[in-house]
């Protein structure tokens, strides 16, 4: 039998793809034709993925249905037609890690890093499974641990087994699916509950506080009441270094080369973890040392006297954090951010403190809104002059306006967005090389 991805260069579907490859299935996917930056590791690995077409679909196949597709689109119906297993991504997912002792990271903020970092602390001190939602999968039969990146969106999250339940934070968003905060709070109890053992949450958050759960919860962050501080932390141009003590007893000192206390906190995540599963401090500091980064997570280009620095932020929490950082890794640079709002609804709820987060750059450049799954005739009234109108510096840019950005220079240019905006930035990393 063969798996068949529908949507296969989504970021989930292209990391779940490559495990059930490396487990030894067979398997193939389509998706849109145009370039996304999943599909050169799809490739390597020896997966065929074809535009979408209903005759792809054959009798031999299981299919993987992309939540960004409906059951209207050709290759599910044909699959319908000829009476086929469909699983949605997160029911396969749910059907593949239950077979593993499953880490499951979720949160509003933080998660793509934190199972990142999990997965490379674990891989190599004892070997892990992983799915992450930057795009990358790992699976071996052979390893105890599956490190798996759980999104909130929908309830998604609940399809899963979680032997440990992370919880980041719990901040409103994908405002088109919850009601309010209150709604987004009642998702995340239910996630809490489905922990075999512990549930490890942040705990300088004020609603991880409020979850009523029946397993034991440990909360880390920088507070004195939590279970896993950090303490006598340093922030400087090379990173990030600070002690840990567990449950009052001193844990170990760690240095983690990225910025930021986002980047502090989701380490102090996987520590905890690392702890409770008895890994010896110093194997832990030894691979933070080494961790990179996750991609499109603070992914920096230098061009000369300027740095490009990619990065998956979309709401206004996860700019603030960006932004801080690259203050703290460049304090001699100008700020340059270039930002592409993602969904109207999204733009609609937080427009205002997107645009505080932008002011706090020296100059803001905005795309039009990436629609993802909505329509711009619902939404006629947002548009992205919502955030320029209140930028300080701001303005409206295309993605072929790199000669506006390329006037600025001894600069970080900070692009933010959950989109492929890839063609902006390689335009200005050309005319920086020539300039």
Do not use: W
């Not at 691979?287 to 997570?297: I, M, Q, S």
């Amino acid at each position: 039998m063969t798996y068949y991805f529908v949507g296969i260069k989504g970021t989930g579907m292209s990391a779940l793809a490559q495990i059930l490859k490396e487990l030894g299935y067979d398997v193939e996917g389509s998706d849109k034709p145009n370039h996304f930056f999943t599909q050169d590791a799809l490739e390597k690995a020896g997966i065929k993925i074809y535009d979408f077409n209903k005759d792809n679909i054959r009798e031999d196949m299981i299919i993987v249905q992309g939540n960004s597709f409906k059951d209207d689109h050709e290759e599910i119906v044909r699959a319908n037609e000829l009476g086929l297993k469909i699983y949605s991504y997160q029911d396969m997912v749910g059907k593949l890690t239950s077979m593993f002792k499953t880490v499951t990271v979720a949160g509003c903020h933080g998660k793509t890093t934190t199972t990142s970092m999990l997965a490379h602390v674990f891989d190599n001190i004892k070997g892990c499974n992983y799915l992450i939602g930057d795009g990358t999968g790992h699976g071996s039969k052979d390893n105890e641990y599956f490190m798996l990146e759980a999104c909130e969106y929908k309830r998604h999250f609940l399809s899963y087994h979680p032997y440990y339940a992370v919880i980041t934070n719990i901040e409103l968003d994908h405002t088109d699916y919850y009601k309010d905060i209150d709604d987004v709070v009642s998702a995340y109890e239910e996630y809490a509950r489905l922990a075999e053992k512990i549930v490890i949450a942040y705990g300088d958050d004020t609603y991880t506080h409020t979850l009523n759960v029946n397993v034991p919860i440990f909360y880390y962050g920088l507070n004195e009441d939590n279970d896993i501080i950090a303490k006598e932390i340093e922030y400087t141009e090379d990173g990030t270094s600070f002690d840990v003590f567990i449950e009052d007893n001193y844990y170990g000192h760690f240095d983690l080369p990225l910025y930021g206390k986002h980047m502090l906190l989701n380490a102090l995540a996987v520590i905890g973890i690392c702890y409770y599963e008895r890994l010896e401090a110093k194997d832990v500091s030894k691979c933070l040392k080494t961790f990179e980064g996750a991609k499109r997570r603070f992914s920096e280009t230098v061009v000369g006297n300027n740095v490009i620095i990619d990065d998956y932020a979309h709401h206004p929490t996860e700019m603030k954090a960006v932004i801080s950082s690259a203050k703290q890794k460049y304090p001699g640079k100008k700020i340059v951010s270039i930002f592409q709002p993602h969904t109207f609804t999204r733009t609609q709820s937080f427009y205002e403190e997107i645009a505080t987060e932008l002011n706090k750059t020296d100059a803001a450049f905005v795309l039009p809104i990436h629609p993802a799954r909505e329509n711009q005739e619902d939404y006629p009234e947002v548009t992205s002059a919502l955030i320029v109108d209140r930028l300080e510096n701001g303005h409206h840019i295309n993605i072929d306006d790199a000669a506006e950005l390329n006037k600025f220079d001894d600069a970080v240019f900070l692009f933010m967005s959950p989109n492929d905006i890839s063609k902006l930035e390689n335009d200005l990393i050309d005319l920086k090389k020539n300039y």
